[in-house]
């Protein structure tokens, strides 16, 4: 790790927290949160435009720091001159008043804590740990995903922009690759692969988690805020007596107790719905306990929430944040969108720029997480079309349409949307036209209702056996909250129908990474529901008679075993996922890919043995012919003949050398196997060790 690599690292991460107040009214401690990885966002976007322009190159990463540092510190120089002056707060008060701060949010720190220490774990110890017998990962998910994207953004530092796709030669990268350019950047600047990969993956994950919070309080607590306005818009007499005086200190005795009740429900609905969120899914916890009835034996030695008969939903933390590392940006960018338009519509005002960040993030969010994008296509158009701001209390779709005039039309801020969607189609278009080289409606898009096939045969019992209760607790939650907050949660509703009857990749089940924001805010929900169900509860009028201690008890009862049900299969999906661990590049494939990148141009293309942990592809940031098929087909990419070609050419018949797609430059196969290449006059050994051996194709 070099000096350079940090200070780009850091740069990126103080100008976010600078650039963060320009567009979002957070506090302090949330801005220290969220703007990092804002800034990151940031920073990659500015080094994409300058590296396309000038290619990517050390040169180009500095330019655009310096760019991205510049724009942040007009913003600085602007706040302190635009803004009026105010008392400002010390750092030593600021200090002092952290236990406040913290006891406020305590479900924010609380989530930051546990989420934080397991996913510190996992990230520095199961990602490319260095140990005696190489390089290690964890299970699952992170074997294979780990190698794919060490070989994007290996790829990246040796090859450059436009990305080329290191595990078919020959081609693009058609795959959202922000978040290993990002990497790539850290690499070519010092910085080796291991932190490189951690580091970003950290930021971003904080700052979702605090988006998470920030939107669940601000959509769960709106009611609170109408009610303070409402309340503030009493008629002062002219004259005030005892009466009056006494009747204004009820009005106030009863709204300080409102907002006390509101915060408390709010708080303990976003730490409910944080919980559901990291540990669900599903009922796979039951047959543990079954297991560990029948046979004694208690050891987590399998997936609960997934790979189980008739189990698809995968714990979203071990099935898709830790292995699918352009998940979290996507997730930080998808709820900042959400964040964004929920300010405006509470303030009823437009900030130029937040439209503008709007606008660009969602035209960029197909090169972070294209499925990301597809969820949040939808919802930013029904939140736009629909916001509850233009139409309050009696809000409805047939209301929408009824416009009588020009005035009313501006009034509902049809010229924002018209400004946002130009905008973001204006932008999206190169991406687009980007994307459609590969993608086509018979490999991506398909009419198959029930998701998957467990899906199919019975899909009421097919999610309730993936989510336990939470869809009811959630409907529940839907059926409590105000009818104007609601048309925030109609997106999810709307995909969760779309998902279970579209497919929109190849792998059928990759529609989880579009169930994933549905039940984010389903999570939400459920946990309001929860939250009303044991208020409910402790206020009843059979309760109520009880001391407090005794109620207590009784909401103890009630929430633990539903907050059990809801959350058992994750933890035991998380604990499985730490215990495990493998060797994804021993010692000789690390020094045929260092061999590979000091001996050979950064544009030779390699055939190798197509493992999904194949070192030249994951290490070295050369293109390989084929790569491990089964990351080439969830992509879309007709690999077929390609792969036959390898078969044949690693048989001993070099003769297909002849009749490949693009020439061929070098041969890496395992020293064992060489003896099948050996006597050909059209190969020569570069390299070899004891477990690789380099040809070279004449």
Do not use: C
């Not at 979002?24 to 994409?48: S, Y």
């Not at 029930?450 to 939650?477: E, Y």
């Amino acid at each position: 790790m070099t000096i350079i690599s940090l200070l780009y690292f850091i740069g990126s991460l103080l100008s976010g927290f600078i650039l963060i107040k320009q567009i979002a009214q957070f506090n302090r401690l949330f801005r220290l949160l969220v703007g990092p990885g804002f800034g990151l966002i940031f920073t990659t976007l500015v080094n994409l435009l300058i590296g396309l322009l000038i290619g990517f190159s050390v040169l180009s990463i500095i330019l655009a720091l310096a760019i991205t540092v510049t724009v942040a510190g007009f913003a600085f120089l602007r706040n302190r001159v635009v803004s009026p002056r105010k008392s400002k707060i010390g750092l030593k008060t600021y200090l002092q008043l952290l236990p406040y701060h913290f006891s406020s949010h305590w479900p924010l720190v609380i989530i930051l804590i546990i989420i934080g220490v397991i996913s510190g774990y996992v990230f520095f110890f199961k990602v490319l740990t260095p140990a005696p017998s190489g390089l290690l990962t964890g299970g699952g998910g992170l074997y294979a995903d780990t190698a794919m994207h060490a070989a994007f953004t290996s790829a990246l530092v040796e090859q450059g922009l436009p990305p080329t796709n290191p595990l078919f030669a020959g081609k693009l990268l058609v795959y959202p690759f922000l978040v290993n350019f990002f990497s790539a950047s850290l690499v070519k600047l010092g910085m080796n692969l291991r932190f490189a990969f951690i580091l970003p993956q950290l930021v971003y994950l904080v700052g979702f988690i605090t988006l998470f919070y920030a939107v669940g309080i601000k959509i769960i607590q709106t009611r609170h805020a109408e009610f303070i306005s409402a309340s503030s818009k009493l008629q002062t007499p002219s004259r005030i007596h005892f009466g009056i005086l006494k009747q204004s200190m009820k009005q106030v005795q009863g709204m300080v107790q409102y907002d006390k009740e509101q915060t408390r429900n709010a708080n303990w609905t976003i730490f409910f719905a944080l919980l559901i969120f990291f540990f669900g899914w599903g009922l796979g916890w039951t047959q543990f306990v079954i297991q560990g009835v029948q046979t004694g034996d208690w050891k987590i030695a399998k997936e609960y929430t997934n790979n189980l008969p008739g189990y698809q939903m995968h714990n979203v933390l071990t099935g898709i944040i830790y292995p699918a590392r352009s998940l979290l940006p996507g997730l930080l960018i998808g709820l900042l969108i959400l964040y964004l338009l929920f300010e405006m519509s509470s303030t009823k005002s437009v900030n130029k720029y937040q439209i503008v960040t709007i606008a660009i993030t969602l035209a960029t969010l197909p090169l972070w997480h294209t499925h990301t994008f597809l969820f949040m296509f939808v919802a930013v158009g029904v939140w736009l079309l629909f916001d509850p701001a233009l139409a309050g209390e009696n809000f409805s779709i047939s209301n929408f349409f009824k416009v009588t005039s020009l005035r009313q039309l501006a009034d509902r801020r049809v010229k924002m949307i018209a400004v946002i969607f130009s905008l973001t189609a204006l932008l999206f278009i190169p991406i687009f036209l980007y994307f459609k080289q590969q993608v086509s409606t018979t490999t991506f898009f398909k009419l198959i209702p029930g998701w998957t096939k467990d899906g199919q045969s019975n899909l009421l019992l097919f999610w309730l056996r993936n989510t336990g209760l939470v869809i009811p607790l959630a409907a529940f939650g839907f059926w409590k909250l105000q009818r104007n907050i609601r048309i925030w949660f109609v997106p999810s509703i709307l995909m969760f129908v779309i998902a279970n009857l579209v497919q929109f990749q190849p792998w059928d089940w990759d529609n989880i990474k579009l169930f994933s924001w549905v039940f984010l805010f389903f999570a939400l929900l459920a946990g309001y529901g929860l939250t009303k169900l044991t208020s409910g509860i402790y206020s009843s009028s059979v309760v109520e008679k009880f001391p407090v201690i005794f109620r207590k008890i009784v909401l103890i009862i009630f929430a633990v075993p539903i907050l059990f049900s809801l959350t058992a299969s994750g933890f035991l999906s998380i604990a499985l996922n730490l215990a495990q661990e493998y060797t994804i590049y021993d010692k000789n494939g690390i020094a045929v890919a260092e061999w590979i990148k000091e001996h050979t141009a950064p544009s030779d293309v390699f055939l190798i043995d197509p493992w999904p942990n194949h070192p030249v592809s994951g290490l070295s940031g050369r293109s390989v012919y084929i790569g491990y098929p089964g990351q080439l087909w969830v992509h879309g990419l007709d690999y077929y003949k390609r792969e036959q070609q390898v078969k044949d050419i690693l048989a001993g018949k070099t003769e297909v050398l002849a009749q490949t797609e693009v020439p061929i430059n070098y041969i890496v196969t395992t020293s064992n196997l060489k003896v099948k290449l050996m006597h050909t006059p059209r190969l020569a050994v570069l390299y070899e060790n004891s477990g690789f051996s380099v040809f070279q194709v004449k």
